[in-house]
């Protein structure tokens, strides 16, 4: 497959509706249109085309543009094709030069894209960032200033309990057998798949049970397990043939059972890469200590706010502490700008011994009180000083809010690793374009005084500061 860019962004009045009626410059799409790096963007994706032969690629600024429609809507891959169908302003935004009653793409399309731009994400969201803070740097005065905090972002999987994990486990071994069973014309195994069906049923309809249910459930799931894995062994070395994907589900099961096996045996809730879902096992319990939630399942990510620009400093689907990466996050800064900050806002977290230290070393206000005890009686300027620093640190609090009410991270949706990185990606570009929105698409008014006459005059500024003419 080949990629061929596309045409530049027509203007709102050069667009055909064929309805009669003109586009609406307040419409956030429409205000988007032009917003964006659209051109550095196609120029990453063509990476992801090697060959220069075959039938041509839909266009970036089509497939991406829809990403983020069905990411700030909250609709499905097949409702975000039938919306850009009935919506003159999404296929504005999507580049199209008139309005086209119908689908410009199948909702396949969407999925293998995800996949395709899965590789250069990161350069995607690079991009955001660079133009964001390029733009951001004409309206904002400079403040030094780095905010910094870790949050999750909880993936839509089954609340894991061991039981409902070794059943499905248990299921997934069998259609193996039978599988390989047919394949080399034998007579199926004895897995006593019916008597371990009678045990789950009648332990799964009660569902207040005593410990001493479960334990006994675990251990006679796991009998059932160890007897399908050694059938699923001697089928594999007599021939018997697996695809691609069952084979990896096979080594997921596996490791499943040696987690259920040592934790059984050793009386424990506990073990190194805790697998909770068999379909998405890169998934980790996430420990966050929330009232609502104390554990979350889904990757753990540390945002920065520097200049009005958003920024992923670490992505990982392992729980981690965010302190560690305190000295990266001031050394990204220092890259970007040259320079140092001067002022780091932070949770308590944060102030380590040595993030301390560093920062002193450096020069570097980090806000927060002193380790230790708490005196009893505080200076009021300082205690004034704290709380505005802790107002401050709020905005990224604020972030994390939008970011998951709103751009589509309060519960993703997507199941590979890749794709859920992108939608992280994603909503992070969301989040960006919400700052751009906010500070170069406001309503302005001007009063003007002329021979006596006053003038009130409502705009909206849609382009660059840089590009109005007074």
Same mark, same amino acid.
């Given at each position: 497959?080949?990629?061929?860019?596309?045409?530049?962004?027509?203007?709102?009045?050069?667009?055909?509706?064929?309805?009669?009626?003109?586009?609406?410059?307040?419409?956030?799409?429409?205000?988007?249109?032009?917003?964006?790096?659209?051109?550095?963007?196609?120029?990453?994706?063509?990476?992801?085309?090697?060959?220069?032969?075959?039938?041509?690629?839909?266009?970036?600024? +089509?497939?991406?543009?829809?990403?983020?429609?069905?990411?700030?809507?909250?609709?499905?891959?097949?409702?975000?094709?039938?919306?850009?169908?009935?919506? #003159?302003?999404?296929?504005?935004?999507?580049?199209?030069?008139?309005?086209?009653?119908?689908?410009?793409?199948?909702?396949?399309?969407?999925?293998?894209?995800?996949?395709?731009?899965?590789?250069?994400?990161? +350069?995607?969201?690079?991009?955001?960032?660079?133009?964001?803070?390029?733009?951001?740097?004409?309206?904002?005065?400079?403040?030094?200033?780095?905010?910094?905090?870790?949050?999750?972002?909880?993936?839509?999987?089954?609340?894991?309990?061991?039981?409902?994990?070794?059943?499905?486990?248990?299921?997934?071994?069998?259609?193996?057998?039978?599988?390989?069973?047919?394949?080399?014309?034998?007579?199926?195994?004895?897995?006593?798949?019916?008597?371990?069906? %009678?045990?789950?049923?009648?332990?799964?309809?009660?569902?207040?049970?005593?410990?001493?249910?479960?334990?006994? +459930?675990?251990?006679?799931?796991?009998?059932?397990?160890?007897?399908?894995?050694?059938?699923?062994?001697?089928?594999?070395?007599?021939? !018997?043939?697996?695809?691609?994907?069952?084979?990896?589900?096979?080594?997921?099961?596996?490791?499943? &059972?040696?987690?259920?096996? &040592?934790?059984?045996?050793?009386?424990?809730?506990?073990?190194?890469?805790?697998?909770?879902?068999?379909?998405?096992?890169?998934?980790? #319990?996430?420990?966050?200590?929330?009232?609502?939630?104390?554990?979350?399942?889904?990757?753990?990510?540390?945002?920065?706010?520097?200049?009005?620009?958003?920024?992923?400093?670490?992505?990982?689907?392992?729980?981690?502490?965010?302190?560690?990466?305190?000295?990266?996050?001031?050394?990204?800064? %220092?890259?970007?700008?040259?320079?140092?900050?001067?002022?780091?806002?932070?949770?308590?977290?944060?102030?380590?011994?040595?993030?301390?230290?560093?920062?002193?070393?450096?020069?570097?206000?980090?806000?927060?009180?002193?380790? !230790?005890?708490?005196?009893?009686?505080?200076?009021?300027?300082?205690?004034?000083?704290?709380?505005?620093?802790?107002?401050?640190?709020?905005?990224?609090?604020?972030?994390?809010?939008?970011?998951?009410?709103?751009?589509?991270?309060?519960?993703?949706?997507?199941?590979?690793?890749?794709?859920?990185?992108?939608?992280?990606?994603?909503?992070?570009?969301?989040?960006?374009?919400?700052?751009?929105?906010?500070?170069?698409?406001?309503?302005?008014?001007?009063?003007?005084?002329?021979?006596?006459?006053?003038?009130?005059?409502?705009?909206?500024?849609?382009?660059?500061?840089?590009?109005?003419?007074?």
């Amino acid at each position: 497959m080949v990629y061929r860019k596309k045409t530049v962004q027509l203007s709102i009045n050069s667009f055909e509706t064929a309805l009669g009626c003109p586009l609406s410059a307040d419409n956030e799409w429409v205000q988007l249109a032009n917003q964006l790096p659209w051109s550095e963007w196609d120029e990453v994706y063509q990476l992801a085309f090697p060959s220069n032969l075959g039938r041509a690629g839909k266009p970036f600024r +089509q497939l991406y543009g829809a990403q983020l429609i069905k990411q700030r809507t909250g609709l499905s891959d097949r409702e975000v094709v039938d919306a850009i169908r009935d919506t #003159p302003a999404y296929q504005y935004f999507l580049g199209f030069s008139e309005y086209q009653p119908v689908r410009p793409f199948d909702h396949v399309t969407l999925v293998y894209f995800r996949k395709r731009i899965a590789p250069i994400s990161d +350069q995607i969201l690079n991009i955001m960032a660079k133009y964001t803070g390029k733009l951001l740097n004409e309206a904002l005065p400079d403040k030094r200033v780095v905010i910094t905090d870790a949050t999750a972002f909880p993936v839509n999987v089954a609340y894991p309990q061991d039981t409902h994990l070794l059943n499905g486990t248990r299921l997934k071994l069998e259609a193996d057998i039978k599988l390989m069973s047919n394949q080399l014309k034998l007579a199926p195994p004895r897995t006593r798949k019916r008597e371990a069906k %009678k045990q789950w049923v009648a332990f799964s309809r009660h569902p207040h049970r005593w410990g001493k249910q479960t334990h006994k +459930q675990i251990k006679a799931q796991l009998q059932y397990i160890r007897r399908d894995l050694r059938f699923v062994d001697e089928l594999l070395a007599q021939g !018997g043939q697996l695809s691609e994907r069952r084979l990896k589900v096979l080594s997921t099961v596996r490791k499943v &059972y040696e987690q259920q096996d &040592y934790m059984y045996r050793n009386h424990t809730h506990h073990v190194s890469d805790r697998i909770v879902s068999l379909t998405q096992p890169e998934i980790r #319990p996430i420990v966050r200590g929330k009232a609502k939630q104390p554990v979350e399942f889904g990757p753990k990510v540390d945002l920065s706010i520097t200049d009005g620009v958003v920024n992923i400093e670490r992505f990982s689907f392992d729980s981690f502490n965010e302190s560690t990466d305190f000295a990266s996050t001031i050394d990204h800064y %220092k890259d970007v700008h040259g320079v140092y900050p001067d002022e780091v806002l932070a949770d308590t977290l944060y102030r380590t011994r040595a993030n301390i230290k560093l920062c002193k070393d450096l020069g570097i206000k980090l806000s927060g009180p002193k380790l !230790g005890r708490r005196p009893k009686h505080v200076d009021p300027a300082k205690r004034r000083e704290e709380q505005d620093a802790e107002n401050r640190r709020g905005e990224i609090e604020r972030e994390f809010s939008l970011i998951k009410s709103k751009l589509g991270l309060g519960l993703v949706t997507a199941k590979t690793a890749e794709t859920i990185a992108v939608t992280v990606d994603t909503g992070v570009v969301l989040a960006n374009l919400k700052r751009v929105l906010s500070f170069f698409c406001v309503p302005i008014s001007i009063f003007v005084e002329m021979d006596g006459v006053k003038l009130q005059i409502d705009y909206k500024m849609i382009n660059r500061l840089s590009n109005l003419v007074a």
